[in-house]
């Protein structure tokens, strides 16, 4: 029995577990774009999908108190790069707030780029993908590169012995090695603080 598209494309999204976002070219291999259209717009109408913002659909987790559970703005910009086949680097406020810099939450979140440019209103909530340089996106340290933005976004002058503290023990996750191939790649003063970093923290293992 062959099934229509709508149907498949239901099949393909109750496979998944609750929480999972979808965007429209997920479902390209089972009709055409109008097909897809009309049976994401069903969908929501039925409340099995929820519409997050424009191409973006969220198979809702449902809590008994507090209703839909909603991914963070960082899983769905992460969800958007894969889609693109884009990499993607926090900045800006949010990347003082992860390593806990800072008590306040961003309501906009910027992402460095080499995906399209863009911005994505979800709720009150905006994300940014600002396009940015090579160089920038050649770190390869996932916490190292989070410092560097971190950093930036601090300023020098703000580094004090309260913000070394914090990173040293946010950057005893990171592999050695991506510390010191990061900080050749970051603006000066950062790359000295990354080092003196990363020896202390050798020197600490070592002790």
């Keep these: ?11 393909k999204i109750i496979k998944n577990k609750h ?50 559970l909603y991914p963070s703005t960082e899983e769905i910009a992460e969800s958007i790069a894969r889609r693109d086949h884009a990499r993607i680097i926090l900045t800006g406020s949010a990347a003082l707030h992860k390593p806990r810099l800072t008590t306040q939450v961003p309501m906009n979140v910027t992402y460095l780029t080499d995906g399209a440019p863009r911005k994505i209103k979800i709720g009150k909530q905006r994300i940014t993908f600002k396009s940015t340089t090579a160089k920038k996106l050649a770190t390869k340290g996932k916490i190292s ?3 560097i933005q971190a950093l930036s976004e601090l300023g020098q002058k703000n580094v004090d012995s309260h913000v070394l503290d914090r990173l040293k023990l946010v950057l005893k ?12 790649l970051a603006p000066a003063w950062i790359a000295v603080i990354l080092n003196e970093l990363s020896k202390s923290i050798e020197n600490d293992k070592l002790a």
């Design 1 to 11: 029995m062959k099934y229509s598209a709508h149907n498949q494309i239901v099949n």
């Design 173 to 184: 996750d990171e592999d050695n090695r991506n510390i010191e191939h990061d900080a050749k």
């Design 19 to 68: 929480g999972k976002l979808f965007f429209p070219t997920d479902f390209s291999d089972i009709g055409s774009a109008d097909a897809i259209r009309s049976s994401l717009y069903r969908l929501e109408r039925n409340q099995v999908l929820e519409r997050l913002a424009h191409g973006i659909y969220l198979y809702p987790k449902i809590d008994p108190v507090f209703g839909s």
């Design 145 to 147: 590169t989070l410092v």
